[in-house]
């Protein structure tokens, strides 16, 4: 039996907005935030999708909510798993900022990659987290869901899925739309907000 699972990305926030790294910390929605939650919501209205799961941080849960209401008062359940990766000490400055106290950091596919920083989250740690949230949560229900979460997230269970890091981080509000068909995971189609 084939069904599909939606990855949504979080909708702006206005530390996005300033080019801030958020990490586990930052502020809810903010307007433009919300319309792309509203947008998401619309894009997933005809999907059959009776499971909602979301981060426990505020700006997921926000448009959690906001897609369960348009999805006739769906309640989504929080995940910790679903969570960004902790950046620790560098929650909350600019890339500019972070190259500035730690040079030699590489980032890679738009975000720090496997750097380790103290206070941070470890690399390889995250990147089993997502997965291992990823799978706990397939397998949890047979029916079509939606897992509303964050962009490094989305992009480590796309490569999970893919072998590739391509996807990139997708942009606020954006669902991708992952297929499973006798245990086999494939990745149909990358939507994006255009807001």
């Given at each position: 039996m084939k069904r599909n699972i939606y990855?949504?990305?979080?909708?702006?926030?206005d530390w996005n907005l300033q080019g801030l790294w958020q990490g586990f910390q930052g502020p809810g929605l903010n307007d433009t935030g919300r319309e792309q939650?509203?947008?998401?919501?619309?894009?997933?209205?005809?999907?059959?999708?009776?499971v909602l799961y979301s981060s426990d941080l505020p700006r997921a849960m926000e448009t959690a909510e906001i897609i369960g209401q348009k999805l006739g008062g769906l309640q989504y359940r929080c995940h910790?798993?679903?969570?960004?990766r902790g950046?620790?000490?560098?929650?909350?400055?600019?890339?500019?900022e972070i190259l500035e106290e730690y040079p030699n950091l590489e980032f890679s596919h738009g975000i720090l990659?496997?750097?380790?920083?103290?206070?941070?989250?470890e690399?390889?740690?995250?990147?089993q987290r997502c997965v291992d949230c990823f799978n706990e949560l397939a397998g949890a229900s047979e029916g079509d869901m939606i897992l509303v979460t964050h962009?490094?997230?989305?992009?480590?269970?796309?490569?999970y899925i893919t072998g590739s890091w391509d996807t990139g981080i997708v942009k606020n509000?954006?669902?991708?739309?992952?297929?499973?068909?006798?245990?086999?995971?494939t990745m149909e189609t990358l939507d994006h907000n255009t807001k």
């Open positions: 990855l949504v990305r979080h909708g702006q926030t939650s509203e947008l998401a919501a619309s894009a997933l209205r005809e999907t059959g999708a009776s910790t798993g679903l969570r960004e950046l620790g000490p560098l929650a909350g400055k600019k890339t500019s990659g496997t750097n380790n920083i103290p206070g941070a989250e690399w390889d740690s995250y990147v962009g490094g997230v989305i992009l480590v269970i796309a490569q509000g954006a669902v991708l739309k992952i297929s499973e068909e006798n245990g086999k995971f």
